[in-house]
C-alpha cells in the first residue's frame, strides 16, 4: 500500500497530542528531509508510531517531549526512516518506566538489566518493532531524559508534487498564538521553505502591527492563528476584515475542538488541525501571492529566511549523546537559533574554523576531547584572531565532579545544569549574548 509519510506521521503525532495536554507536557514537532510515497502496510506503520509516541508521553511526569521524523536516501529506490521521540524532563517512577519497556518488548542492555535500579542509571534498550519490523532503540540519560527511536528502510519515492522546489522568497507569515512558543515548530519549517515570520500574542497586537506597517513593507501573505481562549473564530474573523483580500487566513486547532464540528458555512476561514503535515505546509506556501520579495519591517521577527539579509543567530550544540544533542537543539530552535551539532570537543573546534557560530552549548565531559579542552582550543584560536569572539556556555549533569568555576576557569562564560529547560536555557543565553 503507497502513502505519504509526512501525512501519515503527522497524523499520528496529532493523535497524541491531547496525552501531552492532559499531562501538561510541552508537544514539540518536526520533519526533515524529503516527502515521500512509501511502499508499506499503512495502518502496520500507524501502529508503530502509536507505540512509540505514546511510550515517551508515559515516561514523562513532566517537561517536554519532541517527535521528529528523518528521511534520507539509503539506496536506489529506497530510503531510511528515522523516527525519534526525545523527553526533556522529570520521569514517572522507575516501576512505570519498566512497564513501557516491557510494553515495548525492549529488553535493557548490558550489566545494568540485572541490576534492580537499572533505570536510575545510564540505559540502552533494543529491540523490534512488531508493528514495522524496524529498529527500536530507548537509551535513558539519568537527570536528563529518555529518547525512543524507531529506525526502518523501506522501498520509496520522492512524491511527484514535492520534487519541484517550493519557495515564499521572503513572504511574511504572521503568526498569532496566547502561548508565546506554540509555533516555534512550525516557524522553524517555514523559514525551510523561505518565509519571514513575526509572532504575535493577540489578534489586537497583530491589527496594531498592521496599522503601523512602513510604506512599501510587505503585508503579510499568510496569517495562522492559534485558536485559545481568547483567540476565538470571531476574533479571527475580525483580523481577517483588516487583512489584505489576498492574505491567506488559517485557523489552527487540535483534535477534538468544537469548531471543527461547526458546518462549513459557519467557518468559512480554513480550520486546520495542529500540526500541519509537509504538504499542507508547501501548498500554503504554493499558493502564496509571490510578487516581490520585500521583507516585512519594522516588526520584531526572530526569523529571517534562510540565506536572507537578515541572518538568524545559530548556535553549536557539542554533546556526545544523541538524546541530549536533540533536545539542545528542540530548545534553541524554540528560542530562535539555527542549530548545527557536534559529536566531541575535536568536531566542535573544526566546526568553528569552518563557519563560526553565535554561541556554543557545550558538554564537558566527552571522548576524543573533552568541553574544557574544546573550550581552550576555541579561546586560542580567538586570541590569535582567527575566529571570532562568541559565548561558550557549559551543559553538565548534576552529578559530575565538574563545577561552575572550573568551567569559568576554562574560559566559559556561562554554566547550566542538566536538565535543560527552555526557560533556564534562555535566560542565561539573554546574559551572555548581552556581552557581545
Given amino acids: 500500500m503507497d502513502f505519504d509519510f509526512g501525512d501519515l506521521f503527522t497524523q499520528s503525532a496529532r493523535q497524541v497530542i491531547p496525552l501531552t495536554q492532559a499531562k501538561g507536557l510541552l508537544f514539540l514537532f518536526d520533519y526533515r528531509g524529503p516527502v515521500v510515497h512509501v511502499d508499506f502496510d499503512a495502518q502496520a506503520m500507524r501502529r508503530g508510531l502509536h507505540r512509540l509516541f505514546c511510550a515517551a508521553v508515559d515516561v514523562l511526569h513532566e517537561g517536554f517531549v519532541f517527535f521528529t521524523a528523518d528521511v534520507a536516501q539509503a539506496g536506489s529506490g529506497r530510503y531510511e526512516l528515522t523516527i525519534s521521540a526525545a523527553c526533556s524532563g522529570r520521569t514517572e517512577s522507575n516501576a512505570e518506566v519498566a512497564q513501557v519497556l516491557q510494553r515495548l518488548q525492549l529488553p535493557i542492555l548490558g550489566t545494568a538489566a540485572a541490576e534492580p535500579g537499572a533505570i536510575d542509571k545510564a540505559t540502552s534498550a533494543r529491540g523490534t518493532c512488531p508493528a514495522t519490523g524496524g529498529e527500536m532503540f530507548y537509551v535513558s540519560l539519568p537527570g536528563e531524559g529518555s529518547l525512543f527511536t524507531l529506525r526502518i528502510s523501506l522501498p520509496a519515492q520522492v512524491s511527484p508534487e514535492h520534487e519541484t522546489r517550493v519557495d515564499a522568497r521572503g513572504a511574511a507569515a504572521w503568526l498569532v498564538s496566547e502561548t508565546p512558543i506554540a509555533f516555534s515548530s512550525m516557524e522553524r519549517r517555514l523559514h525551510r521553505l523561505g518565509w519571514t515570520t513575526a509572532r504575535f500574542q493577540s489578534t489586537e497586537d497583530a491589527a496594531r502591527a498592521l496599522e503601523t506597517l512602513p510604506a512599501g513593507a510587505r503585508q503579510p501573505a499568510l496569517l495562522v492563528a492559534q485558536e485559545g481562549r481568547t483567540l476565538t473564530l470571531a476574533r479571527l474573523r475580525w483580523l481577517w476584515a483588516l487583512m489584505p483580500a ?31 503535515s509537509p504538504s499542507e505546509l508547501r501548498d500554503l506556501t504554493r499558493s502564496a501571492s509571490l510578487g516581490a520579495s520585500s521583507r516585512v519591517m519594522s516588526l520584531d521577527s526572530r526569523s529571517a529566511p534562510l540565506g536572507g539579509a537578515e541572518r538568524r543567530k545559530r548556535a553549536l550544540v557539542v554533546d ?70 562568541f559565548p561558550i556556555v557549559a551543559a553538565t549533569a548534576g552529578f559530575t565532579d565538574t563545577s561552575e568555576s572550573d568551567c569559568l576557569s576554562a574560559g566559559m562564560d556561562g554554566h547550566l545544569l542538566k536538565p535543560l529547560s527552555v526557560e533556564q536555557l534562555g535566560a542565561e543565553i539573554r546574559r551572555v549574548m548581552a556581552t557581545i
Fill in 246 to 276: 489576498s492574505t491567506q487566513v488559517v485557523l489552527a486547532t487540535h483534535l477534538g475542538s468544537p469548531t471543527l464540528a461547526r458546518p462549513l458555512s459557519e467557518t468559512d476561514i480554513d480550520v486546520r488541525v495542529m500540526p500541519f
Fill in 320 to 389: 556526545d549523546h544523541p538524546l541530549n544533542r536533540l533536545v539542545a537543539t528542540g530548545m534553541l530552535q524554540i528560542l530562535g537559533f539555527d542549530v548545527d551539532t557536534a559529536i566531541d570537543g575535536l568536531e566542535a573546534v573544526e566546526s568553528c574554523r569552518r563557519e563560526p557560530p553565535d554561541l556554543v552549548l557545550m558538554d564537558v565531559q566527552m571522548p576524543e576531547m573533552d568541553g574544557m579542552e574544546a573550550t581552550r582550543a576555541l579561546r586560542q584560536l580567538q586570541k590569535a584572531g582567527n575566529i571570532p569572539p
